[in-house]
């Protein structure tokens, strides 16, 4: 089944905003090989100017793949997992993410299209913060292998 792009446009809001803890960011910084100080140390990020350990700039993948699951397992968007490679991931801020952010993700299925006889979805997920202020963006394309 193809994936139908009167999907397109279609926006998917967190039921649940996520508050990003400190230790999940550190946690985050270890397994993904982040070494900065800013990552890791409260007084180092303190007088780089943050209020608290920064998040590494792939960390909201943690909160947008949830969000972004609920539109892709949507039946009426049609996307079939046995077929799925990941295809593409962007990152976009407006200030870094620190421990202590109240973030709310839109998602947003941005396009579908058909290339080569492959269906491609690209969602892209904006983050919000307690105040409703946008402060950055996460996209995802995803590949359904044709028949």
């Known amino acids: 089944m193809a994936l139908d792009a009167a999907n397109v446009g279609r926006t998917f809001i967190a039921p649940e905003p ?9 946690e985050f910084a270890q397994a993904t090989g982040e070494t900065s100080p800013l990552c890791h140390d409260l007084a180092a990020a ?6 608290d350990v920064v998040a590494p700039v792939t960390f909201p993948i943690v909160l ?19 077929r799925v490679v990941h295809g593409d991931q962007r990152f976009s801020y407006r200030r870094p993410l620190v421990a202590g952010d109240e973030l709310t993700v839109h998602t947003v299925i941005e396009s579908i299209k058909t290339l080569a006889g492959n ?8 983050l919000f913060d307690a105040a409703g202020l946008a402060l950055g963006s996460t996209w995802t394309s995803l590949v359904q292998r044709g028949e």
Not at 18 to 26: D, P
Not at 64 to 82: F, I
Not at 119 to 126: E, F, V
Request: hydrophobic share 40%; proline share 2%; glycine share 12%.
């Open 119 to 126: 269906d491609m979805i690209t969602l892209r997920g904006d």
């Open 18 to 26: 996520y508050l990003v803890g400190r230790e999940k960011i550190r």
């Open 46 to 51: 303190r007088a780089a100017g943050h209020a």
């Open 64 to 82: 947008t793949l949830k969000a972004m699951g609920e539109a892709v397992t949507d039946p009426s968007v049609g996307v079939d997992w046995s």
